[in-house]
């Protein structure tokens, strides 16, 4: 999980999933960050539970309900390069609790698949993307550069 504000320029990448579960923001002209998943960049979004227990105190079913769990994060802010190489920037349970305001994105993202963040019910978030113009001259440490990069057709289907 990762939260909090940053000054420096850093890269955080992981094998599976990112999860945020807070704002997410830069602490100076220089800062910035990337967030690199090699499956889902996801915004932690937990559901509360009920718990039946039998006589002995044995947990014998756990119920997930659609509403929000307490400790859950409205009105998130995320200042980052975001890039999800296999799958989607979403929200966790995203259709589910009431609305969780504004999720707002200063910086770029990147993903195989669209992700949801909320739905026109009135769950999830409402979408605030930004571009972060500084993208264009700097890049995290270790991200891809997409002006300075050579890209090259590697196989087509002509059909």
């Known amino acids: 999980n990762v939260h909090g504000s940053y000054s420096g320029q850093l890269t955080i990448a992981a094998s599976n999933d990112i999860i ?17 998943a090699n499956n889902f960049i996801r915004i932690y979004h937990p559901m509360t539970i009920t718990v039946e ?54 910086g770029a993202i990147s993903q195989k698949y ?4 909320g739905t026109t019910g009135g769950t999830g978030y409402l979408k605030s993307y930004n571009y972060d113009d500084r993208l264009h001259t700097i890049t995290p440490p270790s991200f891809i550069e997409p002006v300075k990069s050579d890209w090259v057709i590697g196989r087509e289907t002509v059909g």
């Open 20 to 36: 945020v579960d807070g704002d997410l923001v830069s602490d100076g002209e220089e800062a910035i960050l990337g967030l690199i």
């Open 53 to 106: 227990k039998d006589a002995e105190g044995k947990v014998i079913k756990e119920t997930v309900n659609c509403a929000n769990a307490g400790d859950v994060v409205k009105d998130i802010e995320i200042h980052a390069a975001l890039l999800a190489i296999n799958h989607s920037f979403i929200v966790d349970n995203y259709n589910c609790g009431s609305s969780l305001g504004t999720l707002t994105v200063l």
């Open 114 to 117: 669209r992700g949801a963040v």
